[in-house]
């Protein structure tokens, strides 16, 4: 039961356009999002997230879009940079609870 | 200090051995998590504990036996292990589950993890 899904293993992007990253979920009772950004040989480091109650949240070069109805939610990342190359996790989760639970990853390259 | 440390980097042991993976925080979070991950697929949650308690167990095998000695130390002891137990292990922090029902949260922030190779 994939309660979250990255169904984009990997995505190439230039440098300097916009990457969008896609996760879908099906728990309804999650009420809170978030992203890590993942490289090699390293645990994964958050990057941005987003509460039910928000359809946009903004950090710098990170924006975080949520489409409640859709189950649907993605990051924006412009522009795009090299060092951006890493895998990256979406996660859902449900205020008071302790569990994350993670999509699959999509894998993404930036292209200098 | 924002970080979570793991010791050691790299483990390699026989399915005989014990061994034990450490993590440490110095950020006051009060809960701390294991989780497992295989290549090419996402984090596994396997422990919780919050306030020095063992707060989730995710029907992990006994050969896996976790202990939180102090509300900055997290262990995982090893023992009898199978192949399949390889993965790269990690240790994460944050200050709680939020409230429920608030919508809000409080960010896992994870250590660099330990990659074990049983054989």
């Known amino acids: 039961d994939q309660q979250v899904k990255q169904n984009s293993p990997s995505l190439s992007v230039q440098e300097g356009r916009i990457s969008i990253l896609n996760c879908d979920y099906t728990?309804?009772?999650?009420?809170?999002f978030l992203w890590y950004k993942k490289y090699p040989a390293e645990g994964p480091t958050f990057l941005i997230s987003?509460?039910?109650?928000?359809d946009k949240n903004e950090d710098g070069r990170f924006t975080v879009f949520l489409n409640k109805s859709a189950k649907h939610l993605s990051l924006h990342i412009v522009p795009s940079q090299p060092g951006d190359s890493a895998v990256y996790f979406c996660a859902g989760t449900t205020s008071g609870t302790y569990k994350y639970i993670f999509g699959t990853g999509t894998r993404l390259k930036v292209l200098a | 200090d924002t970080e979570v440390t793991q010791t050691p980097k790299h483990l390699v042991m026989g399915m005989t051995n014990k061994k034990s993976l450490k993590c440490e925080q110095h950020m006051g979070h009060r809960a701390m998590y294991w989780y497992k991950q295989k290549a090419k697929k996402p984090p596994e949650l396997m422990f919780v504990?919050?306030?020095?308690?063992?707060?989730i167990n995710e029907s992990v095998p006994s050969r896996f036996s976790p202990e939180c000695p102090n509300s900055s130390l997290l262990n995982l002891h090893l023992h009898a292990l199978q192949p399949e137990d390889s993965a790269l292990y990690l240790c994460a922090s944050s200050q709680g589950p939020g409230l429920a029902g608030s919508s809000s949260y409080n960010e896992q922030f994870f250590g660099p993890g330990t990659r074990l190779t049983v054989l």
């Open positions: 987003i509460s039910s109650i928000k």
């Open positions: 504990y919050s306030y020095e308690k063992l707060s």
């Open positions: 728990n309804s009772m999650f009420d809170y």
